[in-house]
């Protein structure tokens, strides 16, 4: 990046890490940071740094004495101007690894502008430092290269979704960042209203009725990248903010959706990562995702799908098996290709993995030749034996892993088991992107906890036809699955007010509840709503995946740890009592509790 590329402040011509051979002759004014200094026969050399890359810097001590006696003084991340020549490296000093590798700045001019104490941990990609110590300094680690590409990637990818919703005509609104508590599938943040006393705002978990409202107020095409606040554990893949790619459109079909998710991912990976991906993407019926895989977003880059064996051990001489399928359990199981020579206390930790995941246990069968190997074998005859390895496709070598069980708990474990065998017999293809559309999913589910029917993605979630028997009810739901990762979901939504209450009732919502809750909503539809549905995305597991990083917070700017502090700033802090006389109310004291 240079002054023709539209100029740059503060007297620069070129940014550091935008210099090449072709630059060798040209006079140039840099600044950015000391990465490094070695001094090499009294001849310095300076690696500066900026936001765009690092180049050499020279000083001489016979051609320019000043300039080499400040390059000498200088500490490690103290920001410098440089002016100087660029310079072809001599011969055999290039450096293959850097873009500015056969370059160098030889410098006539060095200004401190600002010296650095020494730094808590070294600013290289190949950091040591514990993660409380970088997120405690957070400007200093996101000077590493590979966190400052981070997020500049991260900006393009912003940058290409924009371009590519505008290219479409959708509009980009902002909705409110101060809204209603209501039902989403999460815990609210809540902020006290200062002017309204003893009442709350909640923070946004979706835009969710405000992009609907925004239909039924004829905007017909709508995207937002918006932040999104849930009060949920966090893990490597979810943060408490969060930012959501939010798209809603009136008079469509599910198709449309498609067609439109499909293109965007294929520019993204296209003009991101320079790869093309294939469309249209395959879809797949909810109920074949969980009994094949366990899961809703199941990673279908490898094998090892599971079968159901509770037929084979219905009646079984085998009462472990026998007695689940009579009480309403299922048995299944997959064969792990190569895996019959594992060791028994490799064995003996799949079991503990199992029983982790909430499974009763697990049992295994080694098949070799014709025989098969199990703690078991006594107890399971022999056509049931081969019945086992038909239904599974076991062959000589394999070890199959079967779990019986209630058949929520038997798809969580072996959902977990199938992908940490893929991991260790390392079936996982590196460099492919197997995208998913998954759909058909029921509308309502058992909540546990609240002892209720609860909706299965959001109570504005359509049904799929006229049953509403929280049973057996389906929904026009859909997800993007990459390779076993949900990235996002959606669903065309109810527009009709009287089917709207019918949900609401299945959900247990009574009248007053109802119009506390939604009146303003059910108010909206009685004045011409078209029918409507739309999608939303988790931006920063695009970011993850498109950067290749494994944890949530190497892909956003300023995160908080898993318990939610933000180290930087010391955030949460306590309120002044001023500040909690003018709201109005007072705080707990800290629990003993964990």
């Not at 996002?488 to 919502?509: A, M």
Request: contains cysteine; proline residues 6%; negative net charge.
């Amino acid at each position: 990046m240079s002054r023709k590329d539209g100029g740059l402040p503060g007297g620069r011509t070129h940014m550091c890490g935008a210099l090449r051979a072709e630059d060798a002759g040209a006079r140039v004014e840099l600044a950015g940071w000391v990465a490094r200094r070695r001094d090499h026969g009294g001849v310095v050399f300076l690696d500066l740094r900026d936001r765009e890359g690092v180049v050499q810097v020279v000083a001489h001590p016979q051609e320019a004495p000043e300039v080499h006696r400040v390059a000498s003084n200088v500490r490690p991340e103290s920001v410098v101007r440089v002016a100087g020549e660029v310079r072809a490296r001599p011969e055999g000093t290039a450096n293959p690894n850097l873009p500015t590798g056969e370059v160098e700045v030889v410098a006539a001019r060095i200004d401190v502008l600002s010296e650095a104490d020494t730094p808590p941990f070294q600013v290289e990609d190949r950091v040591e430092a514990e993660e409380a110590i970088r997120l405690t300094y957070r400007y200093l680690d996101l000077r590493r290269p590979e966190m400052t590409a981070t997020l500049m990637q991260r900006h393009r990818i912003v940058a290409t979704i924009r371009s590519f919703f505008d290219e479409r005509g959708f509009v980009d609104v902002e909705t409110p960042m101060l809204t209603k508590s209501t039902p989403e599938g999460a815990r609210d943040f809540l902020v006290p209203s200062r002017l309204q006393r003893g009442k709350v705002y909640a923070l946004p978990q979706s835009p969710q009725q405000f992009k609907q409202l925004l239909m039924v107020g004829g905007i017909d095409r709508y995207y937002q990248i918006v932040r999104c606040l849930r009060d949920e554990n966090p893990r490597a893949d979810r943060h408490w903010e969060f930012t959501q790619l939010d798209v809603e459109m009136s008079f469509l079909l599910e198709e449309d959706i498609y067609g439109l998710i499909e293109s965007m991912f294929a520019r993204l990976w296209r003009d991101v990562l320079g790869v093309g991906i294939d469309t249209p993407f395959p879809r797949m019926a909810y109920d074949e995702a969980i009994g094949r895989y366990g899961t809703d977003r199941p990673d279908t880059r490898y094998g090892m799908l599971f079968a159901d064996l509770s037929d084979i051990f219905a009646g079984s001489g085998f009462r472990a098996f026998a007695s689940q399928v009579e009480g309403g359990g299922r048995v299944k199981g997959f064969a792990a290709p190569g895996a019959a020579g594992w060791s028994r206390k490799e064995l003996d930790a799949l079991v503990q993995e199992a029983r982790s995941r909430g499974a009763a246990g697990l049992v295994w069968m080694a098949a070799a030749g014709t025989e098969v190997r199990s703690p078991v074998e006594k107890h399971i005859a022999a056509e049931e034996v081969r019945a086992v390895c038909e239904a599974t496709g076991a062959k000589d070598g394999d070890l199959i892993l079967i779990v019986a069980d209630q058949p929520s708990r038997v798809s969580v474990a072996l959902d977990g088991l199938r992908r940490l065998m893929a991991q260790r017999l390392d079936l996982v293809p590196h460099g492919r992107w197997e995208f998913l559309w998954v759909d058909r999913m029921p509308l309502f589910e058992w909540g546990e906890e609240e002892g209720k029917w609860v909706s299965v993605h959001h109570p504005f979630t359509a049904p799929a036809s006229g049953d509403l028997d929280p049973r057996t009810a389906r929904s026009r739901q859909y997800d993007v699955v990459l390779n076993g990762i949900e990235l996002g979901g959606g669903s065309i939504r109810i527009h009709r007010p009287d089917i709207q209450e019918r949900v609401f009732e299945v959900l247990g919502l009574s009248p007053e509840e109802i119009e506390e809750k939604f009146g303003h909503l059910l108010r909206a539809f009685r004045y011409g709503v078209p029918p409507h549905g739309g999608i939303a995305f988790g931006l920063d597991r695009i970011v993850m995946l498109l950067t290749g990083r494994d944890n949530i917070r190497d892909v956003i700017a300023f995160p908080k740890t898993q318990s939610g502090l933000e180290l930087l700033t010391g955030a949460p802090s306590a309120p002044s009592v001023e500040q909690l006389d003018e709201l109005g109310i007072r705080l707990a004291k800290p629990s003993d509790r964990p």
